[in-house]
Structure formats: structure tokens, C-alpha cells
């Protein structure tokens, strides 16, 4: 089984419920797209900062998995996020992860939140920790 279609197998209830989409997955690299609903949104008509924090924790998470030896899980154990543009109801965000650090005991990933026209939304940085 491919890792595109493993980490599509992942039973991830809120992921679902956000409507994440992934798009690829290699271990350097997850790409994923959200569309903003109204109920994903704050006043005036934008998504929320944490929808997009949600977002991106779901895919460090899934880039880490994709890097985990047999038998091992994950959490978060650190989010910060970068808040820098807006997305409006109706239109699609795109996650990309990449690595800033895999190690034994963590991995940290950076996730750029752009709108699907390439605007940049927020950067985040999280930290895994490694079970």
C-alpha cells in the first residue's frame, strides 16, 4: 500500500469532520486542501484561527506518522502559529508540511496555509513527539 493511501486510511474523526483532503504524502512532504464552511469561520466571513491551527495540526501529525517506525505513535507536544492573511468562506485552503527537524524523539514540521490562489494565510510550526 502506497503512503498516500495508508494516511487516507488513518482514522482521523475530526479530520474528516473539517473535511481535510489529502492530496500526496512522501515522508519529506504532505499536501492537503480544506474548504472554509461557514461554520469553520469567525465575523466578517473568515476562518477561524483555530480551523487553520486544526488543519495543521492534522498534517504535521500525518507527516509524521508517515515517518514512524513500526509500531510507534505521536502527539503534539508544541503549536505555534503565525496568523498572516485571511480566507474567506467559501474558498479552499491548502496545507503543505515539510520537515524542520526529524529526529529520534521528535519531529518538527512547518505547515504553510495559503488560499488555493497562493496567498499565504499562516505558517505553523509544531512540534511531535515520538511514542
Known amino acids: 500500500m502506497d ?20 492530496l500526496s504524502a512522501e515522508p519529506e512532504k504532505i499536501v492537503a486542501e480544506m474548504t472554509v464552511r461557514p461554520e ?7 476562518l477561524h484561527g483555530g480551523a487553520i491551527m486544526a488543519f495543521a495540526d492534522t498534517l504535521g501529525a500525518l507527516a509524521t506518522i508517515a515517518n ?5 505513535s505521536t502527539t503534539t507536544i508544541e503549536s505555534k502559529t503565525n496568523f498572516i492573511g485571511a480566507a474567506t468562506v467559501g474558498s479552499r485552503v491548502v496545507g503543505e508540511t515539510t520537515p ?7 519531529m518538527v514540521w512547518q505547515t504553510r496555509v495559503t488560499t488555493i490562489e497562493g496567498k499565504l494565510v499562516a505558517i505553523v510550526m509544531q512540534t511531535q513527539l515520538l511514542l
Open 3 to 22: 503512503l498516500l493511501t495508508r494516511l487516507r486510511a488513518q482514522p482521523l474523526p475530526f479530520a474528516a469532520l473539517l473535511g481535510i483532503e489529502l
Open 68 to 72: 514512524l517506525k513500526d509500531g510507534a
Open 100 to 106: 524542520v527537524h526529524r529526529g529520534g524523539r521528535t
Open 40 to 46: 469553520f469561520c469567525t465575523r466578517p466571513a473568515v
